[in-house]
């Protein structure tokens, strides 16, 4: 059976969605979205949702706030169908200790200058937030009002639909085996049934699956796999409307859960375990466990009855610079989205849009987001996408 369609996206997680729907505001709407399962079942169901414009690198922190547009307004940007993507609006606050104020600062001057709203605020500041908290090490802090987290798989389906509604095909089950490669150019893709989709672009926003799809084509794309733990927890009290805190002195973040449970999560990454994401353990490690109830009884020595009622795992697809690749590259008519190292959701309607962009123009309209931050090309080139105001001990996030 042969197809064909103007482009194929292969992927149906949030990015491989954020690109559809983001091409469909443009009016490209021949495309299809090529899934091996569902929508949304691979990595993406496993984000902790995340959502900050904190980032040293300001295109990053561009990227986050535009797409912070798109949380608050769903049903303007995604349409009436869209329903609720899970985004709650709790505000964002990071604390440093003093061997980072100076970086902290810098940061978030240069967010202001790429339009993130965000601010310097005092300890007690964010003691009135977080009432439980020991905020002794810390010496400086920055909030964001407009920060808090999300769901990333009813995020994905909400940029599904929308995409749908405007005339993308979304193929789910539809397992894409290889791509169609005729002398340096891609011509579509192969299906496990036989069936052959003719394209002239393909977008490859397969995630932690990435590196080995690529690799028999010649393209390399430097995606380690790495396995993320978070652990859910009963605080045993009610903390009322407590934002998302990044601790970046004991290295951890914790966020509200819908129903008053804090998730946590580690931001200690200089060690990170290589995983299959087709078979690794979906939950903590009592190494993990132990590490959690030592850090979040640290730093929230309020919480007397608490305890931890789950946990999950999943996979970051990590880059060598912990920054995506969002790009043309290897062959002609191939563009590659993919490498997210844990940005993926605070960011993912700028990157459909920048798909769409490169689908369309060949480069970034948003003059504040080049594309060649987030070339392929840069790892061979030796040009690694860095903050210039890295902070110790937590330079991979930020």
Same mark, same amino acid.
């Given at each position: 059976?042969? =197809? ?42 496993? !984000? ?32 009436? #169908? @869209? ?5 709650? =609006? ?26 993130? =709203?965000?601010?310097?605020?005092? @300890? ?17 802090? /920055? ?28 193929? =789910? ?43 028999? #084509? ?52 200089? #060690? ?45 697809? *990590? ?5 995506? *690749?969002? !790009? ?9 989205? @993919?490498?997210?190292?844990? #940005? ?17 123009? /060949? ?18 080139? /030796?040009?690694?996408?860095? !903050? ?11």
């Amino acid at each position: 059976m042969n =197809q064909t369609a103007d482009v194929v996206i292969i992927g149906g997680g949030l990015e491989g969605t954020a690109a559809a729907w983001s091409l469909s505001q443009r009016g490209v709407t021949d495309v299809l979205v090529a899934e091996r399962s569902t929508v949304g079942s691979g990595m993406t169901g496993k !984000s902790s949702g995340i959502v900050r414009c904190h980032y040293g690198v300001s295109s990053l922190a561009a990227m986050a706030t535009t797409s912070l547009d798109v949380f608050e307004k769903p049903e303007q940007f995604l349409g009436p #169908h @869209a329903g609720d993507i899970g985004f709650r =609006q709790t505000g964002y606050v990071v604390g440093v200790g003093e061997p980072n104020v100076g970086a902290l600062r810098k940061s978030l001057a240069a967010q202001r200058a790429v339009g993130v =709203q965000t601010e310097e605020i005092d @300890a007690d500041e964010v003691a009135a937030l977080w009432p439980t908290a020991d905020l002794s090490p810390f010496a400086a802090f /920055g909030w964001e009002a407009r920060g808090g987290y999300g769901d990333a798989y009813q995020t994905a389906q909400a940029f599904a639909i929308s995409a749908r509604a405007a005339g993308v095909r979304i193929r =789910q089950g539809a397992n894409v085996t290889d791509l169609l490669v005729d002398g340096d150019r891609v011509t579509g893709i192969r299906l496990a049934d036989g069936t052959e989709v003719s394209a002239g672009t393909v977008v490859v926003a397969t995630g932690a699956w990435t590196r080995p799809f690529l690799a028999r #084509h010649g393209v390399d794309v430097p995606i380690r796999v790495v396995r993320e733990q978070i652990v859910l927890i009963d605080p045993g009290m009610d903390l009322g409307p407590v934002p998302v805190f990044s601790d970046l002195v004991s290295l951890q973040y914790v966020r509200p859960e819908l129903g008053g449970e804090i998730l946590f999560g580690n931001s200690d990454l200089a #060690h990170c375990e290589d995983a299959d994401p087709d078979d690794y353990l979906n939950r903590a490690t009592a190494g993990f466990v132990d590490l959690t109830v030592d850090k979040v009884g640290t730093r929230f020595p309020g919480l007397t009855d608490a305890s931890i009622t789950g946990s999950y795992a999943g996979c970051y697809d *990590v880059t060598p610079d912990w920054n995506p *690749v969002i !790009s043309a590259g290897g062959l002609d008519g191939l563009i590659v989205a @993919a490498g997210f190292s844990g #940005h993926g959701f605070k960011i993912a309607p700028a990157v459909g849009r920048l798909v769409a962009d490169l689908v369309t123009d /060949g480069r970034s309209v948003d003059p504040r987001i080049p594309e060649t931050d987030f070339a392929l090309s840069r790892f061979a080139d /030796g040009t690694l996408l860095k !903050s210039p105001y890295p902070y110790v001990g937590a330079g991979e996030m930020r």
